[in-house]
């Protein structure tokens, strides 16, 4: 599999994660980022490490971190809320309204009959989720998300309980139908940095979006 590298300088990279690919080894194993990290040192004695998360099914831009020192300050931005991600997504229906924000605070649950995922609640951890309407077509809504937090599925949380309907193609919150993966795309992030120039890239809308007569922009 090749990995596109979006941005590049001495302490940090910017990845394009193809969509099927998780960041983290599946506990039933399996094919994983940490594979492509040797192949990704690009000269460098260190193998580059993920600052934050992307679902498996999530595509596009991935902050790694090629050093310690880096990997540290890195993830006190993130902290700090002070990175600014943006997300593409297609939502199973047309929705109304032109923008808005879902502040809908998120617990995790588990059972055995259905695993585990996140729900609302309102003694849960607090997520804040920005939303603008950008194109609807054949019964879809193309979103672009901004988060303030980042909580676990967060977004397709927000979605599903806030429309009332889930991201196209997602198993988990929706029935699955409709695409092969939950269509849900990180378009783009942006890293400020003292004294140097802000870490920023954006990933290309991906085939399958295309293929279905979305663009960004």
């Not at 600014?84 to 009959?113: H, N, P, Q």
């Not at 309980?161 to 269509?183: E, H, K, N, Q």
Request: hydrophobic share 40%; glycine share 10%; aromatic share 6%.
């Amino acid at each position: 599999m090749d990995i596109e590298i979006l941005y590049e300088d001495g302490e940090a990279l910017v990845i394009d994660k193809p969509a099927g690919l998780p960041v983290d080894r599946p506990r039933a194993g399996g094919e994983c980022l940490e594979d492509y990290l040797p192949s990704l040192r690009l000269g460098f004695q260190r193998k580059p490490l993920p600052v934050h998360r992307l679902d498996r099914d999530t595509s596009g831009s991935l902050l790694l971190a090629r050093n310690p020192k880096a990997l540290k300050r890195f993830v006190a931005a993130f902290e700090a809320r002070t990175v600014s991600k943006r997300y593409l997504g297609l939502v199973a229906k047309e929705i109304e309204g032109a923008s808005g924000t879902f502040d809908m605070a998120l617990s995790k649950i588990s059972s055995a009959e259905e695993g585990w995922r996140m729900v609302p609640d309102s003694y849960g951890k607090s997520a804040v989720t920005h939303w603008r309407k950008l194109t609807v077509r054949d019964g879809l809504t193309m979103v672009e998300f901004h988060l303030e937090t980042g909580r676990t599925h967060q977004i397709r949380v927000h979605v599903a309980s806030g429309f009332g309907a889930p991201l196209l193609g997602d198993p988990v919150y929706g029935d699955g139908s409709g695409a092969r993966r939950t269509m849900l795309h990180a378009a783009g992030i942006t890293m400020p940095r003292a004294g140097k120039r802000d870490v920023s890239a954006t990933s290309p809308l991906p085939a399958d979006f295309t293929a279905m007569g979305f663009a960004d922009g």
